[in-house]
C-alpha cells in the first residue's frame, strides 16, 4: 500500500525485492534491491535521491500508480469474476451433455 501511495503523489521508492513488490516497481518509477543487502539499498537510496523529480516523471509516476487506484483494482476483480462464471456455466453445460 505504501509503494502505491508514493506513486499516486509521483515519487519514486526504493524498496526489496520479495512478494509482490517487483510488479509494482520499475525503472520509471523507482529501484528494486535484493532483500537483506544493505549496501545495495543505499546505493539505490542515493541514485534515487538524485534523480530529476520534473512534473513529467511525477506524471509518469502518478499514471504507474492508475492500475493499483480501487477503481481499476474493482474492474479488474469484476471481469476475471465474469471470467470465471462463464467458465463455470460452460464446464457445467459440457458435464450435462
Known amino acids: 500500500m505504501v509503494i502505491a501511495e508514493a506513486h ?3 515519487l519514486p521508492v526504493v524498496a526489496s525485492q520479495v512478494g509482490g513488490v517487483a510488479e509494482m516497481v520499475t525503472t520509471i518509477n523507482g ?3 535484493e532483500s537483506g543487502d544493505e ?3 543505499a546505493a539505490a537510496i542515493g541514485r534515487v535521491a538524485g ?3 520534473s512534473p513529467d516523471r511525477a506524471n ?3 499514471d504507474s500508480a492508475a492500475q493499483y487506484r480501487a477503481e481499476s483494482v474493482a474492474k479488474a476483480t469484476y471481469v476475471a469474476y465474469q471470467e470465471i462464471c462463464k467458465n463455470t ?3 457445467g453445460e459440457r458435464k450435462r451433455d
Do not use: K, Q, S, Y
Open 8 to 10: 499516486a503523489t509521483g
Open 31 to 33: 529501484e528494486l534491491v
Open 39 to 41: 549496501a545495495a539499498l
Open 51 to 53: 534523480w530529476d523529480l
Open 60 to 62: 509518469a509516476i502518478r
Open 89 to 91: 456455466r460452460a464446464a
